[in-house]
């Protein structure tokens, strides 16, 4: 384990900061114009593939976010006509979601202009850095899978 002293920490420290800032930034500027916010594609994202309808908690898991915040964000994009909840014929105490027409449109549109930033990106780095960038990344998604707290 690296020491608080560690040089090479620290380095990491503050690229990684300084790639969290930088992606946020790119996330606001892009908001105008997206339909949906990342928060609200991550939550949806999961029924572009569904073949039946999800619950609500299964949802949420796969967001990353608790099921009070689901279910709070899920009331907008009710509203917004993006999303429709039914009550499960099995159990009343469940919802199953669906996303309506409109609803899977937004969640095609916004994975198409992440997909398009993201090539973007891509075409900025020399061939060798392409290769290190999709490395490390992928090591990087494993670690943090793995890290407690």
């Given at each position: 384990?690296p020491?608080?002293t560690?040089?090479q920490?620290?380095?990491?420290l503050?690229?990684?900061?300084d790639?969290?800032?930088a992606?946020?930034?790119?996330r606001?500027?892009?908001?105008?114009?997206d339909?949906?916010?990342?928060?609200q594609?991550?939550?949806?994202?999961p029924?572009?593939?569904?073949?039946?309808?999800?619950?609500?908690?299964?949802?949420?898991?796969?967001?990353?976010?608790?099921?009070?915040?689901?279910?709070r964000?899920?009331d907008?994009?009710?509203?917004?006509?993006?999303?429709?909840?039914?009550?499960?014929?099995?159990?009343?105490?469940?919802?199953?979601?669906e996303?309506?027409?409109?609803g899977?449109?937004?969640?095609?549109?916004f994975?198409?202009?992440?997909?398009?930033?993201?090539?973007a990106l891509?075409?900025?780095?020399?061939?060798?850095?392409r290769?290190?960038?999709?490395?490390?990344?992928?090591?990087?998604?494993?670690?943090?899978?793995?890290?407690?707290?």
């Amino acid at each position: 384990m690296p020491t608080a002293t560690d040089p090479q920490l620290h380095a990491f420290l503050a690229a990684f900061d300084d790639f969290v800032r930088a992606a946020k930034r790119a996330r606001v500027r892009a908001a105008p114009d997206d339909t949906l916010t990342l928060a609200q594609y991550d939550l949806l994202a999961p029924l572009r593939h569904a073949g039946d309808a999800l619950g609500l908690r299964e949802l949420a898991r796969a967001a990353g976010v608790s099921a009070p915040t689901a279910t709070r964000m899920l009331d907008g994009l009710q509203v917004r006509g993006l999303v429709t909840r039914e009550r499960c014929t099995d159990d009343r105490r469940a919802v199953r979601l669906e996303l309506t027409d409109a609803g899977r449109e937004a969640v095609a549109d916004f994975h198409e202009r992440q997909a398009e930033r993201r090539r973007a990106l891509f075409a900025q780095l020399e061939p060798d850095e392409r290769r290190a960038a999709a490395r490390v990344l992928s090591r990087l998604a494993e670690a943090y899978e793995g890290v407690q707290g």
